[in-house]
């Protein structure tokens, strides 16, 4: 006999206990509890909303888990109102019971839609049996990547395919990459000369309100909401850690940009790791782009970061970080899922044009 409830802050042991026993990595109480506690959509809800839902055994002990976390957006000066879902867990004896939980998430009816951003293989099918579709932007799937530390780089390689001496034969690897590097185009970019000149942050100030209402009133997408609060909830705890930071690009007293890059190391093949979190340019002008990302991969190489890594955005974007000669790979599956039940923003969001997805989106890179 099982039980499936709404999730309460008192569970957190509960969920913990269980994410340690699969293997899994859980982040303290106060790390947990502030996804929703300090996130300006959740206060604003004034807590009218569930945090997840549980999965009890006939003894008590929870055995499964979904988090809910309120996520604000807005499509062409529209707000909507976004369900994420996050760290769905369920013990191997009751994964037949696995489906109650994403149903329970599904049937919400508060949230316009609902997303699945750091979805498994075996959550993608899961979503997918009630309808749930794929993020509809081309090269989602295909991540660009820039090596920035070619000794790391090649050492994880053998660690992660097992290979004995990675610490002996890691660093050969790296310089081989290397070498292939300069004979294939991936040459690592050099930051130009230019009139921008990207500054570092590791707080949002009131330049980032007056940036996001110029960004929101200019681009006719769907966005997560970016005002400072917003920013500060999303990445601070990154900062705070230093495990991050934003560049800033500036028109005399006006952003004209930014870039929030935050370090996403795989501590099983000690791969040292930034991604490209989120990226926002006025009229999308290449040259800001440019600067900002080349800022940053030189900052990776002085950090000895081995790793730049960029999943997502829109076509116009990836096509100008291509010019900069990145490597790629592809997921194995799609990590990214949406789902409404409202015809007329579902038909919206089947446009791929309406998309500027990122890692930003849902959970994919809440701390």
């Not at 099982?2 to 042991?13: F, S």
């Not at 790979?329 to 007329?344: A, G, I, V």
Request: net charge positive.
């Amino acid at each position: 006999m099982t039980r499936l409830r709404e999730a309460q802050w008192e569970d957190y042991k509960g969920i913990a206990s269980l994410r340690r026993s699969l293997g899994l990595s859980t982040n303290p109480f106060k790390d947990w509890i502030r996804l929703w506690r300090e996130n300006p959509v959740f206060k604003e809800l004034e807590g009218n909303w569930p945090i997840g839902w549980v999965l009890e055994s006939d003894t008590g002990h929870i055995v499964g888990y979904l988090g809910n976390i309120p996520m604000r957006y807005e499509l062409e000066g529209e707000k909507l109102l976004a369900a994420a879902a996050s760290s769905w867990v369920v013990d191997s004896k009751y994964r037949s019971h696995a489906l109650g939980l994403i149903s329970k998430f599904i049937h919400q009816k508060i949230p316009d839609f609902l997303l699945d951003t750091s979805a498994t293989s075996t959550a993608g099918k899961a979503i997918e049996l009630f309808r749930a579709r794929k993020v509809p932007t081309p090269g989602y799937d295909e991540v660009l990547f820039w090596i920035t530390g070619y000794s790391g780089f090649g050492r994880s390689l053998f660690l992660r395919k097992k290979c004995p001496l990675p610490n002996v034969f890691g660093p050969l690897v790296g310089f081989a990459l290397r070498a292939a590097e300069s004979l294939s185009g991936h040459n690592f970019p050099v930051e130009k000369s230019t009139e921008w000149r990207p500054k570092t942050l590791f707080s949002f100030n009131d330049q980032f309100d007056d940036f996001w209402s110029k960004i929101r009133q200019q681009k006719r997408k769907l966005l997560v909401v970016r005002d400072r609060s917003t920013l500060a909830w999303h990445f601070e705890p990154f900062f705070k850690r230093n495990l991050g930071w934003v560049a800033v690009c500036e028109s005399g007293s006006e952003m004209v940009g930014y870039a929030v890059f935050i370090r996403r190391d795989n501590p099983e093949t000690g791969l040292k790791r930034v991604n490209l979190a989120d990226i926002q340019i006025l009229d999308n002008a290449p040259e800001v782009l440019l600067s900002l990302i080349e800022t940053g991969l030189k900052q990776c190489r002085e950090k000895k970061i081995d790793l730049l890594e960029i999943i997502g955005f829109e076509e116009e974007k990836r096509h100008i970080l291509k010019t900069l000669g990145p490597w790629t790979r592809r997921f194995s599956h799609c990590p990214f899922y949406y789902l409404t039940n409202k015809k007329n923003l579902s038909n919206l969001l089947e446009n791929p044009a309406l998309w500027d997805p990122s890692i930003t989106d849902g959970d994919a890179c809440l701390y």
